[in-house]
């Protein structure tokens, strides 16, 4: 059966004929990968900047989010599973780059400064993502990413220019917990350092109880060596997916990681 390699993110999908790689999204179609996802949206609100989260990049606006489906990750703890890992099929609604930022455009009374990439793993459906944003730019306003990490080098520094935000996961800081939900750390952690050089970027960190609270101390003194500034959410976990079993966060557990943290980060929310 004749496989065609996908390089969008580090998975590399060798993808058999009419079949599709690890995010669900990607397919070989006559040896070509096609981003099946491409024009398709699950969701789109018009959400406060702080949701996305962005505390530090243009407060109290407001932006336009979008999300498709799919995801190259398998989170058990994921938020929004249903359209990150869907099962059979999925409701969406087609619309070209094009007719996003006129509704980006439309927005702007509202407050709205552009367009979020977001609610699934937008990398994964690269093509759209990359024509969108510079659509967006065009229209005068900002593309806002919000994403694991993991993708290769090249098409994330063919994307970079045309980003004027990011907000990446660091779901971890040990190369076990990255094997288990299907990616490596040492890719997230590049991603990070590559988008720093080119647009603000926040870090987000979930909290999950007995699985990474230990993170946060090295994840800060980390990102403070790239820079200070950079801010870091804590976020707190509830219980979701393949989790339910699981307690939320304490809230008493989050305020303690911030104060770890704020000893060597000056933005911790």
């Known amino acids: 059966m004749n496989k065609t390699r996908c390089g969008i993110c580090p998975h590399e999908c060798d993808i058999p004929e009419g079949k599709r790689g690890i995010c669900t ?4 179609i006559g040896g070509e990968i096609i981003p099946e996802a491409y024009g398709k949206i699950t969701a789109i609100a018009l959400d406060p900047i702080e949701k996305k989260p962005l505390r530090m990049f243009h407060p109290n606006a407001m932006i336009l989010s979008v999300g498709s ?3 190259n990750f398998h989170c058990g ?3 929004n599973h249903e359209i990150a890992m ?15 930022a006129q ?3 439309e927005a702007v009374p509202q407050g709205n400064i552009g367009v979020a990439y977001t609610y699934n793993e937008p990398l ?10 510079r659509e967006i730019r065009n229209a005068g306003l900002k593309n806002i990413l919000v994403t694991n990490g993991y993708i290769n080098e090249k098409p994330l520094e063919s994307l970079l220019p045309h980003i004027d935000a990011m907000n ?9 917990f990255y094997k288990k939900i299907g990616g490596d750390l040492e890719t997230v952690k590049r991603t990070i350092k590559t988008a720093h050089k080119f647009c603000h970027i926040e870090i987000t960190t979930l909290v999950i109880p007995n699985e990474n609270e230990n993170d946060i101390e090295p994840i800060a003194q980390w990102l403070s060596a790239i820079s200070p500034d950079i801010p870091l959410h804590i976020s707190r976990f509830f219980p979701r997916n393949k989790y339910l079993h699981h307690e939320p966060t304490p809230q008493e ?3 303690e990681l911030k104060r770890t943290a704020q000893k060597y980060l000056k933005n911790v929310f």
């Open 124 to 133: 994964i459906n690269y093509e759209f993502i990359h024509d969108c944003a």
């Open 69 to 71: 489906y799919g995801c």
């Open 77 to 79: 703890f994921c938020q």
């Open 253 to 255: 557990t989050l305020c």
């Open 103 to 105: 509704l980006a455009r």
């Open 168 to 176: 990446i996961d660091l779901k971890s800081f040990t190369p076990d």
């Open 25 to 28: 999204s990607r397919k070989n």
């Open 86 to 100: 869907p099962h059979g099929e999925i409701n969406t609604r087609r619309i070209t780059p094009a007719e996003l």
